[in-house]
């Protein structure tokens, strides 16, 4: 970075005795290098002969505003050929820039790349040097989804209005390649010096309506990459937020009502189950030690217990001596003990 910002300083120096059409020459030539590379656009060197095109241009453009050589109250016949090739001056500036890849600054070079492209525009519309829209502002284009939204919901996409749009794509794609097949047979007559100033300024009315056709593009995508860089910048501020400290998950535990049962499931919390339930009952039924649990009898063993009733009801009913004296005692025996008397294992 030091190496690029030393190499930055020492043009910078030996290049202000350069004129002015030097200075826009050098740049044009950096910007078709750079255009035309097949390295790598993040290589240092091309990253160096950006920086050094973009020097030399924004040099270039500070002479031309001191020199105030363009004017809103004149008109494109009264601009000398050899002032037309300024007119570019900001295209240059904000196609180089588009090229820088620092990510960090990446947002702010596509926003001052669309500030070239639309001063370059607005100067070409001054002088109604071909028919075309300006784009939107940004300030307008940020306006639009809040008064579609106090408007209420979003309305549904014109299609005449898209249509026209892509109309008006295929038509300025046509005059841009009709005009870089008229460039490129009149170029060689340019550079050699020996075309007269009609073709020479032909040549740079050329360049001027070719670059509209590029700015009125660049700004299209650079509107639509600077809608995913805001909302990327949204999303890395709204992630680098602390976040709210979240409470730990509550463990599990056990209340035991006696000793038994804290013996089997420990004595609470925070202690966790030493078995679970399904071990309990297996371990339980393997000792022939499990309860009724509720679980329903059959049929047949309520017929069994209905058929043996009705057995000692009828020897009751026939004077049974041995059945009435089971009775008896039976009776006897239930006055003098209460209910549950000699269950030992609490079977119900």
């Excluded at 240092?44 to 105030?68: F, S, Y």
């Excluded at 050929?81 to 007119?87: G, I, R």
């Excluded at 740079?204 to 990459?225: G, H, T």
Aim: hydrophobic letters at 35%; proline letters at 5%.
């Amino acid at each position: 970075m030091a190496d690029a910002e030393s190499t930055s300083m020492s043009l910078m120096q030996s290049e202000e005795p350069l004129k002015l059409s030097d200075l826009l020459d050098r740049g044009w030539k950096l910007y078709e290098e750079v255009d035309t590379t097949n390295d790598p656009i993040a290589a240092t060197h091309i990253q160096v002969k950006i920086k050094r095109g973009i020097t030399q241009l924004e040099v270039a453009t500070r002479m031309v505003a001191q020199l105030d050589l363009f004017s809103r109250n004149e008109d494109l016949e009264e601009v000398a050929t050899t002032d037309l090739k300024y007119l570019m001056l900001p295209a240059f500036l904000g196609a180089l820039t588009m090229k820088q890849v620092n990510l960090a600054k990446r947002l702010d070079h596509v926003q001052i790349a669309r500030c070239y492209f639309l001063d370059f525009l607005k100067r070409c519309k001054e002088y109604n040097i071909s028919k075309f829209e300006l784009p939107t502002t940004i300030e307008n284009s940020a306006d639009i989804p809040e008064e579609e939204s106090a408007n209420g919901p979003p309305k549904p996409p014109d299609l005449i209005a898209m249509a026209t749009v892509r109309a008006a794509k295929i038509e300025r794609y046509k005059q841009r390649k009709d005009t870089e097949a008229k460039l490129s047979e009149i170029k060689a007559a340019v550079d050699s010096g020996q075309a007269d100033d009609e073709i020479v300024r032909h040549f740079y009315l050329l360049n001027v309506r070719k670059w509209i056709a590029v700015s009125l593009e660049e700004i299209e995508s650079i509107d639509q990459e600077m809608e995913i860089l805001t909302r990327m910048d949204v999303l890395k501020q709204s992630s680098a937020e602390p976040l709210h400290s979240k409470r730990p998950p509550m463990k599990p535990f056990i209340l035991t009502k006696d000793a038994v049962q804290a013996r089997v499931f420990g004595a609470g919390y925070p202690s966790l189950p030493t078995m679970s339930v399904d071990d309990w009952y297996e371990q339980h039924r393997k000792k022939n030690a499990l309860p009724d649990q509720g679980i329903p009898r059959s049929a047949e063993d309520f017929d069994a217990e209905e058929r043996e009733q009705e057995e000692k009801e009828k020897r009751v009913e026939n004077d049974d001596e041995e059945a009435l004296q089971k009775a008896r005692d039976w009776d006897n025996w239930k006055d003098t003990h209460q209910r549950g008397y000699g269950n030992r294992k609490n079977m119900g």
